[in-house]
């Protein structure tokens, strides 16, 4: 579980606060905290732009709000976006932050040195996780590809279902972590 500190900082931030920022120290404390960046060679790096020479074609490297990016010698092993929590009930925000996601693999493809890379959206306290393989470029969760003629929800609520205050969240959560950091020893 979760310390009692953090949890207390998830529990000050207002839950229908428009303000994304208000998630930046706690998301930060805990992925420094996690990766034990004070005894170990990760770094926890926020708003990491890549190299124009590293970026995929097409693919804008800071048309985000915040990411944060676990890196081992300057080369990214995680990352993890930040949203605001009533992004979630919002189909555009969803698709946008989605779409996010996806463009993050992208940019990050040539320089991953891991064979998998993980990543997390957040939007407040819940969780939605992403993954590629670095063989394939296959991203999970399956891109859904949107009707032309009507709306269609391509990205459900429920992808963020997990909470990172609750045990089952932050056990999923803390699964991803472990997963990079045995990738990271094997290399």
Same mark, same amino acid.
């Given at each position: 579980?979760?310390?009692?500190?953090?949890?207390?900082?998830?529990?000050?931030?207002?839950?229908?606060?428009?303000?994304?920022?208000?998630?930046?120290?706690?998301?930060? /404390?805990?992925?420094? &905290?996690?990766?034990?960046? =004070?005894?170990?060679? !990760?770094?926890?790096?926020?708003?990491?732009?890549?190299?124009?020479?590293?970026? @995929?074609?097409?693919?804008? %490297?800071?048309?985000?709000?915040?990411? !944060?990016?676990?890196?081992?010698?300057?080369?990214?092993?995680?990352?993890?976006?930040?949203?605001?929590?009533?992004?979630?009930?919002?189909? %555009?925000?969803?698709?946008? @932050?989605?779409?996010?996601?996806?463009?993050?693999? %992208? %940019?990050?493809?040539?320089?991953?040195?891991?064979?998998?890379?993980? &990543?997390?959206?957040?939007? &407040?306290?819940?969780? @939605?996780?992403?993954?590629?393989? /670095?063989?394939? &470029?296959?991203?999970?969760?399956?891109?859904?590809?949107?009707?032309?003629? !009507?709306?269609?929800?391509?990205?459900?609520?429920?992808?963020?279902?997990?909470?990172?205050?609750?045990?089952?969240?932050?056990?999923?959560?803390?699964?991803?972590?472990?997963?990079?950091? =045995?990738?990271?020893? @094997?290399?």
């Amino acid at each position: 579980m979760l310390s009692q500190r953090i949890l207390d900082m998830f529990a000050r931030i207002p839950p229908d606060t428009t303000i994304e920022n208000k998630y930046y120290g706690v998301y930060d /404390k805990l992925l420094n &905290g996690v990766f034990d960046t =004070s005894a170990t060679d !990760y770094t926890v790096e926020p708003q990491y732009a890549l190299p124009e020479a590293f970026q @995929a074609p097409g693919v804008p %490297s800071v048309d985000f709000v915040v990411t !944060y990016v676990v890196a081992l010698d300057d080369k990214p092993v995680f990352f993890l976006e930040i949203k605001p929590p009533g992004h979630v009930n919002l189909i %555009s925000t969803r698709i946008a @932050a989605d779409t996010q996601m996806r463009n993050r693999f %992208s %940019s990050f493809y040539d320089v991953v040195p891991t064979p998998k890379l993980h &990543g997390i959206s957040v939007m &407040g306290q819940r969780l @939605a996780f992403y993954s590629m393989e /670095k063989a394939t &470029g296959h991203i999970v969760p399956e891109r859904v590809q949107p009707a032309e003629n !009507y709306v269609t929800d391509t990205v459900p609520v429920n992808r963020w279902k997990l909470d990172i205050t609750t045990e089952v969240g932050h056990q999923q959560f803390m699964a991803v972590v472990d997963a990079v950091k =045995s990738m990271v020893a @094997a290399l």
